[in-house]
């Protein structure tokens, strides 16, 4: 009875490539986050969304976009993929002022 | 530039000792802050929070102190248990929920606790 849950969990590709890790939660929170853990373990904040609605955008190339289809849903679509993308993608949700619930983590590797 | 410093990358500690685990941080507007654990192929879980309010909060075996002149915060595991050994991850923000959630994270501290 997974609370947040993202495929694939291993995602290995050709530089170039155009690829997307999904995201669902089913515990009714309101936001959702897209994170990144590089290769010097640093958690980094990409995106969040507020019931649908796109509420933190960092310093994240436009290669990276992230679509909401609804709120229990945040998915990560990466196009041109680059040596440089390759990490550990971590999806969060949580209530407004709650603590953030994490997904397991999607690793990504580029070749 | 980091925010939210763990300069310790690993620790190593008895069962049934105290752990301490360190974080420091450098944005004098956050004023809510978290502590994460996380093991192997998993994500992160929450752990313990401590707002700037407090200089302590206490749930069972753990308890963060919060020393904000000095900008530094601490987790105590007492006893430390073999299955507390995980990377415990420092996090930091300005107003719980009120940036919806932006979160700033140090990179980890490994514990690992030996029988």
């Known amino acids: 009875d997974t609370a947040v849950s993202q495929t694939p969990k291993y995602l290995v590709t050709q530089m170039g490539n155009d690829k997307s890790i999904k995201c669902e939660q089913n515990?009714?929170?309101?936001?959702m986050y897209w994170y990144k853990q590089d290769s010097k373990k640093f958690l980094k904040i990409m995106f969040s969304?507020?019931?649908?609605?796109?509420?933190i955008n960092e310093t994240v190339p436009n290669r990276f976009s992230p679509k909401s289809p609804d709120k229990a849903h945040l998915n990560l679509h990466i196009n041109s993929l680059e040596l440089g993308d390759s990490a550990v993608y971590f999806c969060?949700?949580?209530?407004?002022?709650?603590?953030?619930?994490f997904g397991p983590g999607t690793r990504l590797t580029v070749l | 530039d980091q925010q939210v410093k763990q300069n310790s990358p690993s620790l190593s500690v008895q069962e049934g000792r105290i752990s301490i685990l360190n974080c420091d941080y450098t944005?004098?507007?956050?004023?809510?802050f978290l502590w994460y654990k996380k093991y192997p192929a998993e994500g992160p879980t929450f752990l313990i929070s401590?707002?700037?309010?407090?200089d302590k909060n206490e749930d069972g075996r753990f308890t963060v102190f919060l020393n904000k002149s000095a900008k530094h915060l601490s987790l105590h595991i007492v006893p430390s248990q073999p299955g507390d050994s995980a990377v415990y991850f420092c996090?930091?923000?300005?107003?719980?929920?009120?940036?919806?959630?932006?979160?700033?994270f140090g990179r980890g501290t490994q514990l690992t606790v030996w029988p």
């Open positions: 969304y507020n019931n649908k609605e796109l509420i």
């Open positions: 969060a949700s949580s209530q407004v002022n709650g603590e953030q619930f």
């Open positions: 515990l009714g929170h309101d936001t």
């Open positions: 401590i707002s700037s309010i407090k």
């Open positions: 944005n004098s507007m956050f004023d809510y």
């Open positions: 996090a930091a923000s300005v107003g719980r929920g009120s940036t919806l959630g932006r979160l700033y």
